[in-house]
């Protein structure tokens, strides 16, 4: 199997372009552009996890401090931990079997001292399609424009709001009519030679090389 390298990215790279995009959709509450690609970052390296040889499923939400005390029936159940628990990728894959991608999240909030935590597990339930009239009329008024990142095989990332999905990773690619924005930026090592000032070394010893190793092995099973 062939594939074009030049057309490799590093999830972070839908930053630049999916950030404006959030902005429009007046989500809650709205990540600064290093929290999102913090996200992707963290939701990428954690797919590549495993749950005793299993591929790990699992969905982060960036939920405002305000719902992760809300609880609405049928549509928004937080689970909170006693203590926030540091957002990194061994926490999100020991949590992930614990998670349905489909119904429930890793809640993701901002702490007192602005840094990005663990707070808990919601169960939710806002696809307004399938709700009940009252069941959606309490979804409305709970006003849970969250951003979700769920993740459902390795190195593959959605990105979404409610029902509506901004973008799709998969295997070192954005799929959709977005993706030739991405594209032209280069190989996977040109593209991580610009993120050497971030935490990918201290993240399982993670480098440019490996990435592009790890990238390419899931593009040739």
């Not at 049928?74 to 894959?93: G, I, S, T, Y």
């Not at 399609?129 to 459902?152: G, M, P, W």
């Not at 190195?155 to 032209?184: C, E, I, P, Q």
């Amino acid at each position: 199997m062939t594939f074009a390298s030049s057309h490799l990215v590093f999830p972070d790279k839908l930053t630049p372009a999916l950030h404006p995009q959030l902005v429009e959709a007046g989500i809650e509450p709205l990540p600064t552009l290093d929290e999102l690609a913090h996200l992707l970052e963290i939701a990428f390296y954690a797919s590549l996890g495993r749950d005793e040889r299993r591929p790990v499923r699992f969905a982060l939400a960036f939920v405002p401090s305000r719902l992760l005390v809300t609880r609405v029936a049928d549509v928004w159940a937080p689970a909170m931990f006693a203590q926030p628990r540091p957002l990194n990728v061994e926490e999100v894959v020991r949590l992930a079997p614990a998670t349905d991608e489909r119904q429930t999240s890793i809640a993701v909030s901002r702490a007192i001292d602005g840094s990005l935590r663990i707070f808990g597990i919601v169960r939710t339930n806002l696809d307004m399609h399938r709700l009940s009239e009252a069941t959606a009329a309490s979804a409305a008024r709970l006003d849970a424009k969250c951003l979700q990142i769920r993740v459902r095989e390795a190195a593959s990332l959605t990105v979404s709001v409610l029902d509506h999905d901004f973008a799709v990773f998969v295997r070192g690619r954005l799929l959709g009519a977005a993706a030739d924005v991405f594209n032209r930026h280069g190989p996977v090592q040109s593209q991580m030679e610009m993120n050497t000032d971030r935490a990918f070394h201290a993240m399982h010893g993670v480098t440019h090389i490996t990435y592009a190793i790890a990238v390419t092995r899931l593009l040739l099973v």
